[in-house]
Nanobody, 120 residues
Framework: QVQLVESGGGLVQTGGSLRLACTAS????????MGWFRQVPGRDRKFVAT???????LYTDSVKGRFTISRDTAKNTMYLQMNDIEPEDAAVYYC??????????????WGQGTQVTVSS
């Protein structure tokens, strides 16, 4: 099974930028899709973005034009570039590996999460 470790979270001002990274170990990405999800306390985990092995990408509507998902296969790392961050983007961000899907329960490997806090 693949182990995933997120990094890059932190405190950012509204309108600022962050880049999250998710590094995989244990096995390579192969043909797995990689996704980003986010969760706030008391709410369900929500889809943010996903990228398939063939570079097909999907985004939730609220981040289109602001967030960019990418992957560096040679480094076994996936990224989420977050620009023009809004207060509603504050959450714990999780990366996941699995079938190409917007549904969190389809993914079988998860990182521990990284906190993104947004100040006004």
């Amino acid at each position: 099974q693949v182990q995933l470790v997120e990094s890059g979270g932190g405190l950012v001002q509204t309108g600022g930028s962050l880049r999250l990274a998710c590094t995989a170990s244990g096995r390579t990405f192969g043909r797995a899709a990689m996704g980003w999800f986010r969760q706030v306390p008391g709410r369900d985990r929500k889809f943010v973005a996903t990228i398939n092995w063939d570079d097909t990408k999907l985004y939730t509507d609220s981040v289109k034009g602001r967030f960019t998902i990418s992957r560096d296969t040679a480094k076994n790392t996936m990224y989420l570039q977050m620009n023009d961050i809004e207060p509603e983007d504050a959450a714990v961000y999780y990366c996941a590996a699995g079938p190409f899907s917007t549904n969190w329960f389809r993914y079988d490997s998860w990182g521990q999460g990284t906190q993104v806090t947004v100040s006004s």
